[in-house]
């Protein structure tokens, strides 16, 4: 890849890996309106890194109390940030299954843009009632199992391109009770293990790979994805605060919308 072409993905990863408007609706861009050659592995652990350290960054007090609380409730030292942390990794496992079991058939049947435009276009209605119906009568630490296997589940379907990791989380919880504020901060949290595991995934398959790996764009990645997915949760909280979910709900359906004329005058 050129520079010009790891700085604009990098960034697109950045800022669509938290925002709720889809990131392989965006990638698909770049590759079929402008020919440009899949990124490859090593970029793609790039900038899954790159957003990794972004969210732990953000959240690095929330990730202290949580390791904490975590490690003492097996010492019988309860509070609310162990509880948290359970909760968590009970929500982690369904999309950890669905990677496991469902990764497959995504990669044969899921990738088209005709399936892209349509989850975008639809995930983005179902974001929308979630929004105009939040309740937002509780806050993160009121959470049941139930609750959070239920926004674990939601997760496990956003392996459907075009379905938005975030925005399928943060939907869930806003049909929870959830306030904005706190659907969105359960979701950037949830993400950790799930890139964790991603990232991880592909980390294993890049060293086992024969291919050499170029560097620069390693490191371009990361950086640049690190700054637009830290700087696109500092601000998407302070958006959402104000005006809820309805900027992205009306982004999401444009995409789509353009999604759909891009198929239909056959450019992608």
Request: glycine content about 10%; hydrophobic content about 55%; overall charge positive.
């Amino acid at each position: 890849m050129s520079l010009f072409e790891t700085i604009v993905l990098a960034l697109i990863q950045g800022l669509t890996e938290f925002l709720p408007i889809s990131s392989s609706a965006h990638l698909i861009l770049p590759s079929q309106l402008l020919g440009w050659a899949d990124q490859g592995l090593a970029f793609d652990v790039a900038v899954h890194v790159g957003t990794l350290l972004a969210v732990m960054m953000y959240y690095r007090r929330d990730i202290g109390e949580l390791l904490v609380g975590w490690v003492g409730s097996f010492r019988g030292q309860h509070n609310a940030y162990s509880r948290l942390a359970w909760l968590l990794i009970w929500a982690t496992i369904p999309a950890g299954l669905a990677g496991l079991l469902g990764s497959g058939l995504v990669e044969n049947y899921g990738r088209s843009a005709a399936v892209i435009a349509t989850t975008t276009i639809s995930f983005g209605l179902l974001l929308w009632y979630a929004d105009a119906r939040a309740s937002e009568r509780s806050g993160i630490h009121a959470l049941t199992v139930k609750q959070a296997l239920l926004i674990g589940i939601a997760q496990a379907v956003a392996l459907i391109p075009g379905t938005s990791r975030s925005g399928i989380t943060m939907t869930a919880g806003l049909l929870l009770g959830l306030t904005r504020v706190d659907a969105a901060r359960f979701s950037f949290l949830l993400s950790i293990p799930v890139i964790i595991m991603a990232g991880g995934y592909n980390g294993v398959k890049l060293v086992l790979q024969a291919e050499p790996v170029s560097w620069q764009p390693i490191l371009v990645g990361v950086l640049v994805s690190f700054v637009a997915a830290y700087v696109c949760i500092f601000y998407f909280l302070k958006i959402i605060a104000r005006m809820g979910m309805l900027p992205f709900v009306i982004y999401r359906l444009l995409l789509g919308a353009g999604l759909f004329a891009l198929l239909a005058y056959g450019l992608i």
